[in-house]
């Protein structure tokens, strides 16, 4: 099988959730802490391009740092806000599981099973 990347946020109920539905599967993902191990600016692309969406669809809305940013303006390159995620990796939605060339974000977390064969 593929190999299987999990970005992960343990104190995020539907990250844990996700994590859960690949163990009962008997898959074993590499595990990403993304807190801990935040992802540089080539690697957020680089997932964005699997997920297949903007960054702005990456961005926790919720997040303090979305404000104290002011990242709600709509003037905001791709670039740049691919730099705030990188610098703030707290603003990445959460849970991601990544395979092969394609993602998902787990939300709901059994949403990543659409990526399962």
Same mark, same amino acid.
Do not use: F
């Given at each position: 099988?593929?190999?299987?990347?999990?970005?992960?946020?343990?104190?995020?109920?539907?990250?844990?959730?996700?994590?859960? $539905?690949?163990?009962?599967?008997?898959? /074993?993902?590499?595990?990403?802490?993304?807190?801990?191990?935040? $992802?540089?600016?080539?690697?957020?692309?680089?997932?964005?391009?699997? $997920?297949?969406?903007?960054?702005?669809?990456?961005?926790?809305?919720?997040?303090?740092?979305?404000?104290?940013?002011?990242?709600?303006?709509?003037?905001?390159?791709?670039?740049?806000?691919? /730099? /705030?995620?990188?610098?703030?990796?707290?603003?990445?939605?959460?849970?991601?599981?990544?395979?092969?060339?394609? /993602?998902?974000?787990?939300?709901?977390?059994?949403?990543?099973?659409?990526?399962?064969?």
């Amino acid at each position: 099988m593929t190999d299987l990347t999990l970005y992960h946020n343990p104190r995020c109920s539907k990250s844990r959730g996700a994590l859960e $539905l690949l163990e009962a599967r008997g898959l /074993a993902p590499t595990v990403v802490r993304y807190l801990e191990t935040p $992802l540089d600016a080539a690697q957020i692309q680089s997932l964005l391009g699997k $997920l297949g969406i903007s960054a702005r669809q990456l961005l926790r809305t919720g997040e303090d740092e979305y404000k104290t940013l002011a990242l709600a303006d709509s003037s905001l390159s791709e670039a740049q806000l691919i /730099a /705030a995620i990188a610098a703030h990796p707290k603003l990445m939605e959460r849970p991601i599981l990544e395979v092969g060339d394609k /993602a998902i974000i787990g939300r709901p977390p059994e949403q990543i099973l659409e990526l399962l064969p």
